[in-house]
């Protein structure tokens, strides 16, 4: 198969025509355009600074006001607060300084800050319990601190000396602080009642209802009724709350003095004896008169003589024994004249 033949001369493609060169523009008619973009962008910059920039506000002057009064007021102002605080001689939380100062020109929502007094430094409040009211007083004194004190009764601590105080010991407080002293006014005083007459059991009642300590003491007598007081220490009257009030109270005596009964009649001797406590013992002797029957002739113990209570005492009666004088002296009898009587008359003529 025969290869196809190849022309010998190929057309040539035809060209487009070559474009035609605009004409140049007039520079003239474009640069109010430029103008016009420059003024626009200026003015964009301007907004933009102005709006970022801050405004300028007066900081108002806080010093001499509380913390909480001069916070509000700059942050209603537009301020950030930043605070210090120190020891000052001025209240606590009293604005003692700030920076910015007062009326000058700064920068709104810039911080503003404040000086805070603390107050003035600490001081660890003396201990004076138990010490007298005047060297309490003189201790907290030359500490800084003031002082005020009120009295109480106190069983416990001395009369003028410090009960308690308020602070305690060692707390930390300014100078100047006020130190309430609780001062002794030693035992509270109470009215002892009156109780002699009373049994014991009835004083002793009595005088501890109203705040005392009773002690009784014993005392023989004859005369009082056993178990009643005779006297007390105090007496009536005022006396400290708690305090110590002796009784005596009567009783029998252990020993008792024997009554005298000698020529007594028997049943007076023994009443006498029984009411001194003791008993009796009776024995009879003959008497050779008359008067002496029935009366004590001698008794054992001796009068006056201490014996134990319900000792024995012997008394010897006398009875009466005609036969121990046979011949009692007569009589003694007074004479009397006596006038013989007048002769019966004679009768006439005899």
Same mark, same amino acid.
């Given at each position: 198969?025969m290869?196809?033949?190849?022309?010998?001369h190929a057309? *040539?493609?035809?060209?487009?025509?070559?474009?035609?060169p605009?004409?140049?523009?007039?520079?003239?008619?474009?640069?109010?355009?430029?103008a016009l973009g420059?003024?626009?962008?200026?003015?964009?910059? !301007?907004?933009?600074?102005?709006?970022?920039?801050?405004?300028?506000?007066?900081?108002?002057?806080v010093?001499?006001?509380?913390?909480?009064?001069?916070?509000?007021? =700059?942050?209603s102002?537009?301020? #950030? !607060? +930043?605070?210090?605080?120190?020891?000052?001689?001025?209240?606590r939380?009293? !604005?003692?300084?700030?920076d910015?100062?007062?009326?000058t020109?700064?920068?709104?929502?810039?911080?503003?800050?404040?000086?805070?007094?603390?107050g003035?430094?600490? @001081?660890?409040?003396?201990?004076?319990?138990?010490?007298?009211?005047?060297?309490?007083?003189?201790?907290?004194?030359?500490?800084?601190f003031? $002082?005020?004190?009120?009295t109480?009764?106190?069983a416990?601590v #001395?009369?003028?000396?410090?009960?308690? @105080?308020t602070?305690?010991?060692?707390s930390?407080? +300014?100078r100047?602080?006020t130190?309430?002293?609780?001062?002794s006014?030693?035992?509270?005083? =109470?009215? /002892?009642?009156?109780?002699?007459?009373?049994? *014991?059991? +009835?004083?002793?009642? &009595?005088?501890?209802?109203?705040?005392?300590?009773?002690?009784?003491?014993?005392? +023989?007598?004859d005369?009082?009724e056993?178990?009643?007081?005779l006297s007390?220490?105090?007496?009536a009257?005022?006396?400290?709350?708690?305090?110590? $009030?002796?009784i005596?109270? &009567?009783?029998e005596?252990?020993?008792?003095?024997?009554?005298?009964?000698?020529?007594?009649?028997?049943?007076?001797?023994?009443?006498? =004896?029984?009411? %001194?406590?003791?008993?009796?013992?009776? *024995? *009879?002797?003959?008497?050779?008169?008359?008067? #002496?029957?029935?009366?004590?002739? &001698?008794?054992?113990?001796d009068?006056?003589?201490? /014996?134990?209570?319900?000792?024995?005492?012997?008394i010897?009666v006398?009875?009466f024994?005609?036969?121990?004088?046979?011949?009692?002296?007569?009589?003694?009898?007074t004479?009397t004249?006596?006038?013989? %009587?007048?002769?019966?008359?004679?009768?006439?003529?005899?």
């Amino acid at each position: 198969m025969m290869a196809p033949l190849e022309p010998e001369h190929a057309p *040539e493609p035809t060209k487009p025509p070559p474009l035609r060169p605009l004409p140049p523009r007039s520079s003239k008619r474009r640069w109010p355009w430029f103008a016009l973009g420059g003024l626009l962008l200026f003015a964009a910059l !301007v907004a933009a600074v102005m709006t970022l920039m801050p405004s300028k506000v007066e900081v108002p002057s806080v010093v001499g006001a509380s913390v909480s009064s001069a916070s509000q007021r =700059l942050r209603s102002d537009g301020f #950030k !607060v +930043e605070i210090l605080r120190d020891n000052s001689d001025k209240p606590r939380n009293t !604005v003692v300084g700030q920076d910015p100062l007062g009326e000058t020109i700064a920068d709104e929502g810039s911080t503003v800050t404040l000086n805070i007094s603390d107050g003035p430094p600490l @001081q660890a409040v003396p201990d004076v319990v138990g010490d007298g009211r005047r060297a309490a007083r003189r201790t907290l004194s030359d500490a800084g601190f003031k $002082v005020e004190e009120r009295t109480v009764p106190s069983a416990t601590v #001395k009369l003028n000396r410090v009960v308690s @105080q308020t602070p305690s010991a060692k707390s930390q407080y +300014e100078r100047g602080a006020t130190v309430e002293l609780v001062i002794s006014g030693g035992p509270e005083q =109470l009215q /002892v009642p009156d109780v002699i007459g009373k049994t *014991e059991n +009835e004083a002793r009642s &009595a005088l501890e209802g109203a705040g005392f300590r009773v002690t009784v003491a014993k005392q +023989e007598v004859d005369k009082k009724e056993p178990g009643t007081v005779l006297s007390q220490n105090p007496a009536a009257g005022a006396a400290s709350r708690g305090s110590l $009030v002796t009784i005596s109270v &009567a009783e029998e005596p252990k020993q008792v003095s024997v009554p005298g009964v000698v020529g007594r009649s028997q049943n007076a001797a023994t009443e006498t =004896l029984s009411d %001194a406590g003791l008993k009796i013992d009776v *024995e *009879e002797t003959p008497v050779d008169t008359p008067d #002496k029957d029935g009366i004590v002739q &001698a008794q054992t113990p001796d009068p006056d003589e201490k /014996v134990d209570r319900g000792t024995t005492v012997t008394i010897t009666v006398g009875v009466f024994d005609p036969d121990l004088n046979p011949d009692p002296p007569a009589a003694t009898t007074t004479p009397t004249t006596t006038t013989p %009587a007048a002769a019966p008359p004679v009768a006439p003529g005899r």
